[in-house]
């Protein structure tokens, strides 16, 4: 496997485990919405999610950019993106 295909594959597995972070989090946050028993309990609920939710779409971005940019990358500028996420 070449290390564009490397650094290729390891963004887009990381992109979908932030995708699925998301799913399982605004599940949680559905499953407490339902038992909160107050508006302000449900609006502070709402609040966090959409933080959260911001959070992991920011690195969603960020990975794609990184995929964007392995595209074009030099060698040693993938081995740097395969480390990165090698760290994750």
Known sequence: MSLLDSAT?????????????????????????AEAES?????DLQTEMKSRT?????KIDDAGKQLK???NASESRLQAIVDGFKGK
């Open 9 to 33: 594959e390891m963004i887009e597995k990381r992109i979908e485990q932030l995708n699925h972070k998301i799913d399982a989090e605004q599940a949680e946050a559905e499953r407490k919405m």
């Open 54 to 58: 911001r959070e992991l779409q920011d």
């Open 69 to 71: 940019e392995a595209k």
């Open 39 to 43: 508006e302000k309990a449900r609006a």
